[in-house]
Structure formats: structure tokens, C-alpha cells
């Protein structure tokens, strides 16, 4: 939460996930996103709470970020043929760590800009859910095995580097996360209600 405000996901218009905010009471819902032909979700606020990075998906997924009222929209990645997930703001809001879904060879944990320059990969698998230190020193992520249905936690220097396993439980199954619907849910008819939700980032 920030400026007293909860960021969530609700289905919006056109049965497709919206990104909306409510006071702490749950009063006076704002709406901040809308579209019949497409879905955004995963909101999280910057550091100062100025702005919201966030998921946008219509064929593909691109981060987006916006005011915490929702004006001025910018398509931080726009890249062709790459899904780009869970974005997570760095403590000192100079940086948004962000999962790449697709292609599998891109698969992994990346860094950039503010203005979606200077990517940067810093691991490479099935990972997903980055989440800074409070220093900003480190990440740590969630590392799935589809082969095994488990799920591992990892933390990577924020630089980059080899990534330390701190989770080897092999009853941790693979789920899905609150804030992020599923491709299906995204392209589906909803009745309702709302869906997931995500209060706010890093």
C-alpha cells in the first residue's frame, strides 16, 4: 500500500483483469486501467509511490508503468516475440527486476532501467517472482522444476552472479501466485468478481 491506496486486480471491462485502488476501508474504488482487448495485473508501487509498474497482456505480455492515478502510461519493454512477468521495483527506485516467461531461451531474471534500457540478465532457467533485499544488494526468486512439480528459492547478487539455493524442500509445489492470472484467465470469459490481487511492490 501506498499514499494510503491498495493496488489490486479485479475483472474489469470486457471479462479482462483491470488494475484498480481502494483505500485501506475498503472505500472510494478507482479504477486505473481499461480494455476490452487486453488484461493488466501485477501492479507494484515504486519506492515513493509516484508510480506503478506493471503487466499488460494482449498476445504477449509487456511491462508498462503508470502515475499511482493512472495517467500517463508507458510501454517500458515493447518487445517483440519476449513475455515479461512479475516486475518488482529496486528499493532505490532506479531499477525494476522483472521474470522472463518466453521464449524458453530467455527464460530467467533480468534488470533494467526505468526506461527499459540497459537489460540485464542475471539467471537463466525456470525462474520467476524476483523480490529485492531491502538493501538492494540481492534477489531472491522462485526456480520451478516441471519435471518434478517442485519449486526452489534462490537469491542472486543484484549484479548478477552465481545464485545461493535456500529452499531444497522437495514437497514445495509449483502454484499459482496471487496477482498473476493464467494465460487462460486472461483470454476467458469471467463472471465476475474479483480474480487476484496484488497490494503493492518492492
Given at each position: 500500500?501506498?499514499?494510503?491506496?491498495?493496488?489490486?486486480?479485479?475483472?474489469?471491462?470486457?471479462?479482462?483483469?483491470?488494475?484498480?485502488?481502494?483505500?485501506?476501508?475498503?472505500?472510494?474504488?478507482?479504477?486505473?486501467?481499461?480494455?476490452?482487448?487486453?488484461?493488466?495485473?501485477?501492479?507494484?508501487?515504486?519506492?515513493?509511490?509516484?508510480?506503478?509498474?506493471?503487466?499488460?497482456?494482449?498476445?504477449?505480455?509487456?511491462?508498462?508503468?503508470?502515475?499511482?492515478?493512472?495517467?500517463?502510461?508507458?510501454?517500458?519493454?515493447?518487445?517483440?516475440?519476449?513475455?515479461?512477468?512479475?516486475?518488482?521495483?529496486?528499493?532505490?527506485?532506479?531499477?525494476?527486476?522483472?521474470?522472463?516467461?518466453?521464449?524458453?531461451?530467455?527464460?530467467?531474471?533480468?534488470?533494467?532501467?526505468?526506461?527499459?534500457?540497459?537489460?540485464?540478465?542475471?539467471?537463466?532457467?525456470?525462474?520467476?517472482?524476483?523480490?529485492?533485499?531491502?538493501?538492494?544488494?540481492?534477489?531472491?526468486?522462485?526456480?520451478?522444476?516441471?519435471?518434478?512439480q517442485t519449486t526452489g528459492i534462490l537469491v542472486?547478487?543484484?549484479?548478477?552472479?552465481?545464485?545461493?539455493?535456500?529452499?531444497?524442500?522437495?514437497?514445495?509445489?509449483?502454484?499459482?501466485?496471487?496477482?498473476?492470472?493464467?494465460?487462460?484467465?486472461?483470454?476467458?470469459?469471467?463472471?465476475?468478481?474479483?480474480?487476484?490481487?496484488?497490494?503493492?511492490?518492492s
Amino acid at each position: 500500500m501506498r499514499n494510503g491506496r491498495i493496488a489490486y486486480v479485479h475483472v474489469g471491462n470486457g471479462s479482462r483483469f483491470q488494475i484498480y485502488t481502494v483505500t485501506a476501508t475498503g472505500a472510494h474504488r478507482r479504477p486505473l486501467t481499461s480494455g476490452r482487448r487486453y488484461s493488466s495485473f501485477a501492479p507494484a508501487y515504486s519506492p515513493n509511490g509516484q508510480r506503478i509498474v506493471f503487466v499488460r497482456s494482449f498476445k504477449q505480455t509487456d511491462l508498462w508503468t503508470m502515475k499511482a492515478n493512472g495517467s500517463d502510461k508507458r510501454d517500458l519493454t515493447s518487445t517483440a516475440h519476449v513475455d515479461e512477468i512479475d516486475p518488482a521495483w529496486s528499493p532505490d527506485g532506479r531499477q525494476i527486476v522483472f521474470a522472463v516467461e518466453s521464449p524458453s531461451a530467455d527464460r530467467g531474471i533480468w534488470s533494467m532501467d526505468l526506461r527499459g534500457r540497459s537489460r540485464r540478465r542475471l539467471t537463466a532457467g525456470d525462474d520467476t517472482h524476483p523480490s529485492w533485499s531491502p538493501d538492494g544488494g540481492s534477489i531472491a526468486f522462485q526456480r520451478g522444476d516441471p519435471s518434478t512439480q517442485t519449486t526452489g528459492i534462490l537469491v542472486v547478487p543484484a549484479g548478477g552472479g552465481t545464485p545461493a539455493n535456500l529452499s531444497t524442500d522437495p514437497a514445495s509445489r509449483i502454484s499459482s501466485p496471487p496477482g498473476r492470472p493464467t494465460e487462460a484467465e486472461s483470454s476467458s470469459s469471467a463472471t465476475g468478481g474479483t480474480r487476484s490481487s496484488s497490494t503493492s511492490g518492492s
